[in-house]
């Protein structure tokens, strides 16, 4: 077999920097922590206003005993609920997130704070807010005709 | 007038292909159209929805199924030169896979499977909707089979000798849709199907998803490695050059081939039912997968520079020059190339395990797959018509310089809707919108990108609009050319080609355990653990 020697310096290029790539998101994964929503945790939708987590009247933001922040929401058509939610900047934040009805998602505008909202699953979210601010949750899947419309405010406050 | 063999099953496939693109032009158009606002009035989010489904529905599995099929009929009668052996077989598949088209398509345009080219689940489509894209994809099993079978058929008469590479890829990506259609056939068979016709009651999402995800990355590949064979075989040998080297191509194909499939889950990074380390492990099989697309780049360019040295260009870049950029073939392969340089770059922020969040969901999304689908690809199919269509029909072009405008339309326009796209995308504008009723100060910056989308929307049209004329015009014209096919010659070609590399074997046996490696515990999750499955929902 027959490969140019030019041809040989370029695979090697190109391989390294792919193995390169590899190392540093490896490295922020393992060694830094840096995971998306992975939390693989199931959950009955159709019964989620039964449920102890995700009823009406657990819904929204609670202060743990450690200091941190746990929010609960319920992402339905069309809107999060609750729709205004208020979080301390520099705070470690859980949020924990679930759909009775299709599927769901959002990201923030400006932050880096995103999830996929999928029905018979809880995804888990973990973040921390830099600065303050007003921010909004966006919709990012469509969920049916009115998908445009969901959207909901977050504000993150002084600590 | 000579004739070719095989003509009217190629051109069949290829006209259906192309029908079928226009229409998925026009609803385009209509969409930046929506979402722009320029026309309040036709703001409705009915309307939007059932057009996105038809267009993604129509440009992913319609437009790309039937053109691959025509290209690989007419790379197997013109690169193996034999005839098609039970040509009926062909027929059978092309008939299957239109009646599932037309079944899919009318449910679309009726608006009863405004569920997006990605199904989504729990969301229920007409179940004419999913019958129809099995069809289609059991169709295109008949074409996969008979091009595996005409190699091993020219292989068994001519022994010893090389497979032409044209062959080699359409076989490589045949066996490479036979195993990644399976991911979406079981989706429909198992779940979507008989739940849509109320046989069973709920369905798992997150199985669903795991299972179109299988196909989801792999069919990229599918839509492919057409336009790379078009870069490797057609186009150097089109510039008056050669193939830099026949194994470097072979090997680039089969990792294409091989590791494309079981990376699928990066579809998945978001999403809350599958475990961090399996997304990390799909991860690092995507960032594998870069390397044959730039292995193939380094290879198309030193075929053009041996073609510009030939032609008697001189100097690092004087060779650039003496190209011959006046053939459509040609020029499409040096725009193909670049818009996957820049797809390329948006392609590894998407593949970036933590990164991706930045971007999911986003319009960046749609950005990127513009520019390596409907970019990449797209013109290099564009550019495979010109090519083939005189030798197929046995009638000049109709116009070559409609058809350098044409390619150079698509380029820009695709540019000046992909750009600003990827843009709206960092700016936060979420991708499968009808309207964005969103706070000023969300919409901040987003009116000028809009304007560029429109503006390149525009552009693709009328471009998809000469293309079509320039065909049609084609079969019209009264100046005949012969229909000459000969293979690319390599500029050092193997006394004798491994047999690792003239054939697959091996490869589909590794592929069979790659796969079971990467997606076997992943599917097979949902059958271990207490899962809640959902009925179906309307729009």
Known sequence: ???????????????????????????????????????????DSSRLHLSKEFNENNLGVKKNADGSVTVTLVAARYGFFPSHIKVPANTPVKLRIASPDVLHGFHVPGLNFATMVIPGYVSEV?????????????????????HDHMWSKLTVTNK | MEKMHGKNLILANMWVA????????????????????????????????????THGVIMGFVLTTFAIMGFGYFAAVNSLKMNIPHKWFGWTGFIIALTGTLMAASMLLSGQASVMYTFYPPLKAHPLFYAGAALLVVGSWFWAFHMIWMMNKWKKENPGETVPILMFGTVANAILWLFTSLGVTLEILFLLLPWSLGWIETVDVGLGRTLFSWTLHAIVYFWLIPAYLVLYAIVPKEAGGKLFCDEMARISLIMLMVISVPIGMHHLYMDPFQAAGWKLVHMVGTLLVALPTLFTGFTVLAGLEIAGRL???????????????????????????????????????????????????????????????AGTSIIMYFAFAYYMWPKVTGKELFSTKIALWQLWLWFIGMLTLTLPWHYLGMLGQPRRIS??????????????????????????????????????????????????????????????????LNGFGFWTVLIFFYLIVGYGYPVLQFFLMETHGVEPWGI
Request: proline share 6%.
């Open chain 1, 1 to 43: 077999m027959h490969i140019d020697k030019l041809e040989k310096f370029w695979i090697w290029l190109t391989t390294i920097t792919a193995f390169a790539a590899t190392g540093v998101l490896g490295f922020y994964a393992l060694h830094l922590n840096i995971h998306p929503p992975s939390n693989v945790e199931t959950i």
């Open chain 1, 126 to 146: 973990h973040a921390k807010f830099p600065k303050t601010g007003e921010f909004f949750l966006l919709c990012n899947e469509f969920c049916g005709l009115g």
């Open chain 2, 18 to 53: 192309f029908t079928f693109f226009m229409v998925a032009i026009l609803l385009g158009v209509f969409q930046v159209l929506s979402r722009a606002g320029y026309v309040p009035g036709l703001q409705i989010p009915e309307l939007y929805f059932g057009s996105v489904s």
């Open chain 2, 311 to 373: 032609a008697g260009g001189r100097g690092p870049f004087g060779w650039f020059f003496a190209v011959p950029w006046g053939k459509p073939v040609v020029l499409a392969g040096m725009l193909s190339l670049l818009m996957l340089t820049f797809g390329g770059f948006g392609g590894l922020v998407n593949a970036s395990y933590s990164l991706n969040a930045l971007v999911h969901n986003t319009q960046w999304i749609t950005g990127h797959f513009h520019l390596i689908f």
């Open chain 2, 435 to 500: 309207s964005s009723p969103y706070p000023e100060v969300v919409r901040e910056g987003w009116a000028l990108q809009e304007l560029g989308m429109f503006i390149g929307g525009v552009i693709l049209m009328v471009s998809a609009v000469l293309f079509i004329y320039n065909l049609l015009r084609t079969h019209g014209n009264t100046i005949s050319v012969a229909p000459a096919f000969n293979n690319v010659e390599c500029l050092n070609p193997a006394a004798r080609m491994p047999a690792l």
